[in-house]
């Protein structure tokens, strides 16, 4: 099992994610998908290929390499490729596919987690059932206005061989980055 690194989240999914698991995380590019990202690839010592923003500390600046680059420097424990819209949008959906599927597959085969980001209404709903069809995990993160108060929700929405909850877990996002909350809005 790889740690989500995100408080409370482990115990939600069963303890972590399955080692040699795709795991997409699906949002805005507000509702903390990069936190969401981070907090993986630091909690599990991996790597963070950036290839579509300002690289912060930690991250490895990946735009432009080849497909083949990009697997190349995918390596150790866990990896997450900020973002899998870039990769659909430049160079196709089957470029997107060859990247979760052919030329990941021997990092995870050895067990590597690949976590990538994909960003809500970028995508025609196709593109977007081809990647989670790939998937073994898919993790959408929501934030809605609701008079003052933003709601933000996290919901598994898929889990390769686990039952998956039949709710929304409420999450804060922190100076740290997202941790699970204890208590949910009430209507």
Same mark, same amino acid.
């Given at each position: 099992?790889?740690?989500?690194?995100?408080?409370?989240?482990?115990?939600?999914?069963?303890?972590?994610?399955?080692?040699? %698991?795709?795991?997409?995380?699906?949002? %805005?590019?507000?509702?903390?998908?990069?936190?969401?990202?981070?907090?993986?690839?630091?909690?599990?010592?991996?790597?963070?290929?950036?290839?579509? #923003?300002?690289?912060?500390?930690?991250?490895?600046?990946?735009?432009?390499?080849?497909? #083949?680059?990009?697997?190349?420097?995918? &390596?150790?424990?866990?990896?997450?490729?900020?973002?899998?819209?870039?990769?659909?949008?430049?160079?196709?959906?089957?470029?997107?596919?060859?990247?979760?599927?052919?030329?990941?597959?021997?990092?995870?085969?050895?067990?590597?987690?690949?976590?990538?980001?994909?960003? #809500?209404?970028?995508?025609?709903?196709? #593109?977007?059932?081809?990647?989670? &069809?790939?998937?073994?995990?898919?993790?959408?993160?929501?934030?809605?206005?609701?008079?003052?108060?933003?709601?933000?929700?996290?919901?598994?929405?898929?889990?390769?061989?686990?039952?998956?909850?039949?709710?929304?877990?409420?999450?804060?996002?922190?100076?740290?980055?997202?941790?699970?909350?204890?208590? %949910?809005?009430?209507?």
């Amino acid at each position: 099992m790889k740690a989500s690194g995100v408080p409370g989240l482990d115990p939600v999914i069963g303890g972590g994610y399955l080692a040699g %698991s795709r795991i997409i995380m699906v949002g %805005s590019p507000l509702s903390g998908l990069d936190a969401l990202a981070a907090q993986f690839a630091t909690a599990n010592a991996g790597i963070y290929l950036m290839l579509d #923003e300002e690289v912060r500390d930690g991250m490895i600046p990946a735009a432009g390499l080849s497909i #083949e680059d990009l697997a190349h420097d995918i &390596r150790g424990d866990a990896a997450v490729i900020d973002s899998l819209s870039t990769i659909i949008l430049d160079r196709g959906i089957a470029q997107a596919l060859r990247l979760l599927t052919i030329a990941t597959a021997a990092f995870r085969n050895d067990g590597g987690c690949l976590l990538c980001t994909l960003y #809500e209404d970028l995508h025609t709903p196709y #593109e977007e059932a081809l990647i989670f &069809r790939q998937a073994d995990i898919v993790i959408r993160l929501t934030a809605d206005l609701h008079q003052s108060q933003i709601e933000r929700r996290l919901q598994i929405m898929k889990y390769r061989g686990m039952r998956i909850p039949d709710r929304t877990v409420p999450f804060v996002i922190t100076g740290e980055g997202i941790e699970l909350s204890t208590t %949910s809005r009430v209507v």
